[in-house]
């Protein structure tokens, strides 16, 4: 099979655009660590205080993951009409500007309406889980030759756990000046996660969408795991989002 042609690269970028998607992963594993693993947990078990809150944040992460995919399934579809390229470039940037508005919002619900963030929170994840999808449909636009979607996905991963880092230190930092929920922790993630999804966005805008090759079925087998490998593959997977995450 013969892997995706690269779409081609407009002259004159700083920044090629298989490192700068690697920079969403960057932006998005601050959210990840910030507000899905430390911060919220938390909040809901202790400043929403009650025999249900538990139950209560159970129910916020997983029906804002069931609405994140059912939305990033039909923006998807909606991203593959004509004309290609510039509807997807253009639906992630206002999902993840959706998510940056609401992620501010958690912070003013946090400081003087925290009976609203679940329901902030809601609708924030499930922006943000609908542009995880969208940002993983450009890979195969990025491969330049076969299994390179494997090194440009390996390379976000890689930059993604430093963001997640920083980001952590950072809020580490606001809570012992400041305070353990200080509305400050979700700001700073909504101004990395902008900054950085930012650059990735500029680096994908260099593409000529309107010239790129459409990937198609026989396209995609080049990017496949050896079925030998799916096994270990998928094990591994689960070990790091459930055991290490």
Request: aromatic share 12%; charged share 10%.
């Amino acid at each position: 099979a013969v892997p995706p042609a690269a779409a081609p690269v407009k002259p004159g970028s700083w920044l090629s655009p298989q490192r700068g998607w690697g920079l969403y992963d960057v932006a998005n594993s601050s959210y990840v660590m910030v507000c899905q693993t430390f911060l919220l947990p938390l909040y809901f078990t202790t400043v929403l205080a009650g025999a249900d809150q538990l139950m209560q944040w159970g129910l916020v992460a997983g029906l804002s993951a069931l609405l994140g995919a059912l939305l990033a399934l039909g923006l998807g579809k909606l991203a593959d009409r004509a004309p290609y390229g510039w509807h997807r470039l253009r639906l992630f940037q206002a999902v993840v500007g959706l998510t940056t508005l609401g992620t501010v919002a958690v912070a003013v619900c946090v400081a003087w309406a925290p009976a609203w963030v679940p329901w902030v929170y809601l609708v924030t994840n499930s922006f943000f889980i609908a542009s995880l999808g969208l940002s993983d449909g450009f890979l195969p636009f990025l491969a330049r030759r076969p299994n390179s979607g494997f090194q440009t996905s390996g390379l976000a991963w890689g930059l993604g756990y430093i963001g997640s880092l920083v980001a952590l230190i950072g809020v580490l930092v606001l809570q012992k000046v400041f305070g353990e929920f200080t509305p400050l922790s979700f700001l700073a993630v909504a101004v990395f996660y902008v900054a950085f999804s930012a650059l990735a966005c500029r680096a994908l805008g260099q593409l000529n969408w309107h010239t790129a090759p459409r990937p198609t079925v026989e396209d995609t087998t080049a990017q496949r795991l050896p079925l030998k490998h799916r096994g270990v593959f998928l094990l591994g997977a689960w070990l790091v989002m459930e055991c290490v995450t």
